[in-house]
DNA sequence: TGTACATCAGTGAACGCGCGTTCACTGATGTAC
DNA sequence: TGTACATCAGTGAACGCGCGTTCACTGATGTAC
């Protein structure tokens, strides 16, 4: 209840934009309201204005970071097919707070203002430049190979979490996508 | 202002979730009010629950309309690469309300209720089975392509709509995944 | 076939609620001298 | 280095608004006789 350091400040701001990060892949822009993230990071709702201009401005920023922490994660893996794995697992399927912001947030970008679109489609490039370098084969059409695979983990995550947990359907998309993958287009 | 006939009360109960099959996929669940929807279909809002049990109600049965409607533009196409262009075209990704439901409406099915999820899967597993209909090839491993198409078809679809109109990405990611598709796993 | 009455689809005002945002206030931090 | 004052991050009450849902009311439809 009093003022705090610049550094903690800063810390506090960094802070609101990781929650955010997690409970916007969780359950959506429009699934998380002010009060409610700012008391997950462990702040009143007041303070939020001190430094968004607005939700929607954070929104922007969170989607960044979502890819940010999503780019790490990338990074552990050896090798394109166990970043596949990984990607189109029952983990994260499960965990949508830590995995792709895509495959969350992608129907609710689509509608949203341009700024959170421009931070989308950057974290976007980047996971197609990645998947475009892991990837096998000549460089006539890598890059065309890398959208479509990219299209199609981001599809087949999404698909999978919107079918019921108990369908079969649901571990399916996942598997029968990692292995068309690797099969025929690595 | 009166009681009309059953059977005008049935045809303005299809009206209401034909429009909410429109303007969900347009806006999502949560973009279109009980209100907005009611007046778009001719309405006033109080009579929506002469119809429907609640609003979630309503979403799991035009979930499955706006399937219905999909299914009869599917049949269409004279064959599958007429299907998939159609598909990932940008006249489709211009007029989501009249295009794939999965594309539009899946990261919020993903956290909806169990009842829209059935509906949801219910679509999916009709537009799968078409596709592999459609799909050449010998039986082994036939759904399991389908499967991963579709998965593409939907994730391109949505990625595309996600980035802003003007990023070569937008165009990019469908043209990649329409060539992609018919040159390997067709 | 005609009459009397119950039904119920549609209307529009009203409800309680949670949302994004604003604001007066606080007191330790940062700065000027 | 010490003192006086301005700054501003965080607090919590309050705002206006739109939402999903409820309800008393209406009068033509459908039914019983």
């Not at 698909?159 to 099969?183: F, H, Y």
Request: proline share 4%; aromatic share 6%.
């Amino acid at each position: 209840v009093a003022k705090i350091s610049r550094a903690q400040a800063e810390a506090n701001r960094a802070k609101v934009v990781e929650t955010a990060a997690g409970l916007f892949r969780e359950r959506g822009f429009e699934g998380v309201s002010v009060g409610e993230l700012m008391a997950a990071a462990g702040f009143t709702h007041g303070g939020f204005y001190n430094h968004f201009g607005s939700k929607e401005a954070l929104a922007a920023e969170a989607v960044g970071a979502a890819w940010a922490s999503m780019a790490a994660e990338r990074a552990r893996a050896a090798d394109f097919p166990q970043l596949l794995d990984a990607y189109l697992s029952r983990a994260a399927r499960g965990a949508p707070a830590k995995s792709c912001p895509a495959a969350a947030l992608a129907g609710e970008v689509a509608r949203g203002p341009e700024p959170v679109r421009v931070a989308f489609a950057d974290g976007l490039e980047a996971m197609i430049a990645e998947v475009e370098a892991g990837l096998g084969g000549e460089s006539p059409g890598r890059r065309e190979r890398a959208v479509a695979v990219v299209s199609a983990m981001v599809g087949a995550l999404m698909l999978s979490r919107a079918v019921p947990d108990e369908a079969p359907l649901a571990a399916e998309l996942l598997q029968a996508t990692r292995r068309t993958v690797k099969s025929t287009l690595l």
